[in-house]
Structures are given as structure tokens and as C-alpha cells.
Nanobody, 126 residues
Framework: QVQLVESGGGTVQAGVSLRLSCVASGRTFSIGAAGWFRQAPGKDREFVASIGWGGGTTYYANSVKGRFTISKDNAKNTVYLQMNSLKPEDTAVYYC???????????????????WGKGTLVTVSS
């Protein structure tokens, strides 16, 4: 089992930056890929970004490409999401996710992801 705990959410104004962190514990040696998803009020959960745990291949949703950056620190078992130029439409609960057996590309399809954090709320005001 892998446990994931997110932090770094908050209320900010449009245009500023925020960095989310996700610390993994448990069987972290088994992680193959990790990523971030978000769910806005009244909407379905959507993919944001993913990263391979070994090679570091990344994928981004078109809506965040060029503004958000996913990164990892294997020594700290931590995944980050640097969010720049935030917009009101970025308001959502952001969830960290990880899995041992699927590629970071599979995160874009939300396929077979076994481990999820409880989420951290990001609110962007205009």
C-alpha cells in the first residue's frame, strides 16, 4: 500500500503562483508513476499532470500546459505541482495519485490508478 498526503492549497488571487506537494509513504519503492487530478464544484474529476517515477516523463492537460509544472524528488518521496498564472477556472480540489503498474500516460485516461490522496483545495479569486 501507498499513502499520499497533499498540502499547499489555499485561496489566492488570479495571476499568482502556488505549489502543491504530495508526500508518499508506505511501499514507495513500488511507485511507477504519479500525477495530479482536480475536481471543480459540480464537475467531473479531470487529469492535470503526470510523471514517471523513474525516467521523469511528463504529461499535461492542455488547459494547464505552459502554466503548471509537475516534478518529483525521489529521495523525499514527494511530487510537486508548481502552478503559475493561476486563473479562477483553476479553482478545484486537487488530488495526488500514484500507481505501481501503469505508465504516466495512463494517468491521462485515469486508467487503473490505485492510490489517491484526500485532496487539497485551491481557490483562485478574480
Amino acid at each position: 500500500q501507498v499513502q499520499l498526503v497533499e498540502s499547499g492549497g489555499g485561496t489566492v488571487q488570479a495571476g499568482v503562483s502556488l505549489r502543491l506537494s504530495c508526500v508518499a509513504s508506505g511501499r514507495t519503492f513500488s511507485i511507477g508513476a504519479a500525477g495530479w487530478f482536480r475536481q471543480a464544484p459540480g464537475k467531473d474529476r479531470e487529469f492535470v499532470a503526470s510523471i514517471g517515477w523513474g525516467g521523469g516523463t511528463t504529461y499535461y492537460a492542455n488547459s494547464v500546459k505552459g502554466r503548471f509544472t509537475i516534478s518529483k524528488d525521489n529521495a523525499k518521496n514527494t511530487v510537486y505541482l508548481q502552478m503559475n498564472s493561476l486563473k479562477p477556472e483553476d479553482t478545484a480540489v486537487y488530488y495526488c495519485a500514484a500507481d505501481s503498474a501503469i505508465s504516466p500516460y495512463s494517468f491521462t485516461r485515469q486508467l487503473g490508478i490505485n492510490y489517491w490522496g484526500k485532496g487539497t483545495l485551491v481557490t483562485v479569486s478574480s
